[in-house]
């Protein structure tokens, strides 16, 4: 094992001088100290895709980037790898998270990503490596990653496997402070003092198992799986911020009368915002957008997400939806469920939330598949 310190100031005499990334609980101590040091600048960005091509800009400005996140996220990555950071012979650094690594069994969505990380990487031209335990490797391993990266002028990425790296909790802030430009001034509607799981059973108890209820990636499914498992919930594991999108497959492609609920987190929504853009478009009637907004990435260790500065109900009203509003106390978002089930939407409902998840808290007991199969009866489609 080794202590976060021990990479960063090792990077740092060898130029390293900026972070970017998106959180994943492997990443937490690692992730954390480099939120806490200020001596490094840490940017806190909204999906790995966005980070790469961040990073480009930033060496390209002089910087010597490092952009850190999970496997699951290589996917996101894929593109601004390949044709920008490759055809402008940008050397990145990467240090890529090794969910579901062969032999360590973990989460039914890295099942496939797992084994394949190491040779997605070859396969794009970026020369990878697995980050050793021990202190010494690890310094070796960054002459060596920074001097090839260099000397090709290319990315190359350095996979993480689980649990070498020391633990360190955030000590600073973990919300990133806003700049005094991008005050909100709609968004102040009192001080928020629900949670996730209030969110929820509120939702469970007033629309009932009738409505298709669609949960995202992290706390939001594991919440929704505690309070009651049901052939109408559709747990979207993986694919973080794809929930709306399957959502609106889901509203365009059922009886209007079918009413489709998605639950998403701040930091999903900002993944990939596409989604919001669509629904505007595309308008289903029958879909009703609930948007949990902790302001972190509570799933993956509390690291901050961009939305503190973002008015979700203002981009929603933007996109086309066709009632949106933000709330923060329950009989706030009663009265805005009570019109969103019975009037003609989209609807967009941003709830504000505190922070706080029961612990100890199950994850879905049934494979994905087995949840799609047993919804997809549900719905009469099988
Ligand atoms: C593409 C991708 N990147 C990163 C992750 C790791 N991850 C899982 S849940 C999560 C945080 C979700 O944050 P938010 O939507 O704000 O919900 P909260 O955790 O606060 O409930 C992250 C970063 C992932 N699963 N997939």
């Known amino acids: 094992m080794f202590h976060p310190s021990l990479f960063i100031e090792h990077g740092r005499q060898l130029g390293l001088d900026l972070y970017t990334g998106v959180p994943c609980s492997f990443l937490k101590p690692f992730i954390n ?4 040091d200020e001596s490094v600048c840490y940017v806190p960005l909204t999906n790995e895709g966005e980070a790469i091509a961040y990073a480009c800009g930033a060496y390209l400005a002089g910087k010597r980037p490092v952009v850190m996140f999970q496997n699951s996220g290589l996917g996101n990555a894929v593109n601004p790898l390949v044709s920008l950071a490759y055809p402008l012979r940008i050397p990145l650094l990467i240090i890529c998270t090794w969910r579901a690594q062969p032999g360590i069994s973990d989460e039914p969505q890295h099942e ?5 990380t190491p040779s997605m990487f070859s396969l794009m031209e970026v020369a990878n490596e697995v980050v050793p335990e021990e202190p010494k490797a690890v310094q070796l391993m960054l002459d060596r990653a920074v001097l090839k990266s260099q000397q090709n002028s290319l990315p190359y990425a350095l996979i993480m496997p689980k649990g070498i790296v020391e633990s360190y909790a955030l000590t600073g802030e973990a919300v990133p402070s806003r700049s005094p430009d991008g005050r909100l001034e709609t968004q102040e509607l009192g001080a928020a003092h629900m949670r996730r799981g209030d ?7 007033m629309l009932g198992e009738d409505v298709v209820i669609v949960g995202t990636t992290g706390y939001t499914n594991r919440e929704l799986f505690a309070y009651r498992d049901s052939p109408n919930h559709l747990y979207i594991v993986g694919a973080m911020g794809g929930a709306p999108s399957v959502g609106l497959g889901l509203a365009a492609h059922l009886p209007d009368t079918r009413k489709v609920v998605v639950l998403d987190g701040d930091g999903a929504a900002l993944m990939r915002m596409e989604a919001m853009a669509s629904i505007g478009h595309f308008q289903p009637s029958n ?19 961009l939305s503190n500065t973002i008015a979700f109900d203002r981009i929603a009203q933007a996109c086309g939806y066709k009632r949106s509003q933000s709330v923060s106390s329950p009989s706030a978002l009663e009265q805005a469920l009570n019109v ?12 504000r939330i505190i922070p706080g998840t029961p612990s100890p808290l199950p994850r879905p007991t049934l494979k994905p598949h087995e949840v799609k199969a047993r919804f997809m009866s549900f719905l009469g489609n099988l």
Request: proline share 4%.
């Open 199 to 205: 969110v929820i059973r509120l939702i469970c108890d």
């Open 33 to 36: 100290y480099v939120i806490d």
């Open 112 to 116: 496939l990503m797992g084994p394949i």
């Open 287 to 305: 879909l009703i957008h609930v948007l949990l907004d902790n302001q972190i990435h509570e799933s993956t260790g509390g690291q901050g997400t």
């Open 340 to 351: 969103a089930s019975s009037e003609k939407g989209p609807t967009f409902i941003h709830v």
